[in-house]
């Protein structure tokens, strides 16, 4: 097994693309770390931070009693902020003010989509591509079972999304102290199940993160059995990718309106909404709720992807 995985490794990195891709992501680390140092420098908060936040607080206060019917994501959000608030006054701990390490590298949270996006496109070309390259049957006639082939496959992958996910918070924690400096000794707030709770900002950053990893996961999975049972990149990674970008608005849409829009995949990917980066889209859900539903999907797919290239003749 570890000599397919080798094998398919090698493949990844012997072509262009794959160095495209990493050039890029560093590029726009950087690019962002010197568009907040030099372009947002002069973005520096003035004034009280108490007033500030006693104020938002009966502004968020006002914006509850005007809209009762609002929709529940909205009246989360607002819930929140108005105990982080009152957290903050009740504790003296000021909001940090201007960048740090620690908010870059939380800011680029925003490019794990990009890292899903390269994920997407190497999980589906790894297996519709030996298909259309025609070297499916070298691999098939050596003596390893269909299912290590595949599975070497789909590890592969994961390692290489797990690489540049790496790559990504290391290579943005060095530019951010590079541009910024440390991290400071400010907690985060975070709201969890209605209290206030502090956190420190480096286990907040790793969990950050690695929660972000379950929905590459599911979406290069999705794309891996999309290659494997159509042998089409170009369908795997079209579906795969209107999905990862439009799957999550859509059922926060639907979940304005109907409780059901809980059992989609795209309600369930994003685990922080049980660390307090973010609401829930529907109010009753539950940490155990979403594990469940994510190994549902999550079976199907390779299910699908296994008993599809087990059986397929591939003769002609």
Same mark, same amino acid.
């Given at each position: 097994? &570890? ?10 990195? #012997?072509?262009? *693309?794959?160095?495209?891709? %990493? ?36 502004? $968020? ?11 529940? &994501? ?38 794990? $989509? ?19 390259? *025609? ?13 290590? %082939?595949?599975?070497?496959?789909? %590890? ?23 541009? &910024?400096?440390?991290?400071? #000794? ?18 907040? #950053? ?23 049972? &159509? ?7 079209? %579906? ?47 940490? *155990?709720? #979403? ?26």
């Amino acid at each position: 097994m &570890f000599n397919l995985i080798k094998n398919e490794w090698i493949k990844i990195f #012997s072509r262009p *693309g794959t160095y495209v891709m %990493i050039g890029l992501l560093v590029l726009l680390i950087i690019g962002a770390g010197s568009a907040m140092k030099f372009i947002g420098a002069a973005d520096t908060p003035e004034g009280d931070w108490k007033q500030e936040a006693q104020a938002n607080i009966e502004g $968020d206060k006002q914006i509850l009693e005007e809209n009762q019917g609002m929709p529940a &994501f909205n009246k989360q959000l607002a819930e929140e902020r108005i105990a982080i608030n009152e957290y903050r006054l009740e504790n003296d701990i000021e909001p940090v003010s201007g960048e740090n390490m620690w908010s870059f590298v939380n800011f680029n949270a925003n490019f794990i $989509d990009i890292v899903g996006l390269f994920a997407i496109i190497i999980a589906a070309g790894i297996v519709a591509g030996e298909f259309t390259w *025609g070297t499916i049957k070298l691999l098939l006639i050596r003596p390893i079972s269909r299912t290590k %082939i595949l599975l070497s496959k789909y %590890i592969t992958v994961l390692l290489f999304g797990a690489a540049l996910l790496a790559t990504l918070f290391v290579l943005s924690a060095i530019v951010g102290a590079i541009f &910024f400096g440390g991290g400071g #000794s400010q907690p985060h707030l975070v709201y969890i199940d209605g209290t206030v709770q502090e956190q420190s900002m480096l286990f907040f #950053s790793i969990k950050n993160y690695l929660l972000s990893t379950i929905s590459i996961t599911m979406m290069a999975t999705m794309a891996f059995m999309i290659s494997a049972v &159509f042998r089409s990149s170009s369908l795997a990674i079209g %579906i795969s990718l209107f999905l990862l970008f439009m799957g999550s608005t859509a059922t926060g849409f639907i979940a304005m309106k109907y409780d059901w829009a809980k059992y989609s995949l795209f309600a369930n990917t994003d685990l922080r909404m049980y660390t307090g980066a973010m609401p829930k889209l529907v109010e009753d859900m539950t940490l *155990g709720f #979403s594990i469940t539903v994510l190994l549902i999907y999550f079976v199907i797919f390779h299910l699908l992807a296994f008993i599809v290239f087990n059986k397929r003749d591939v003769a002609a």
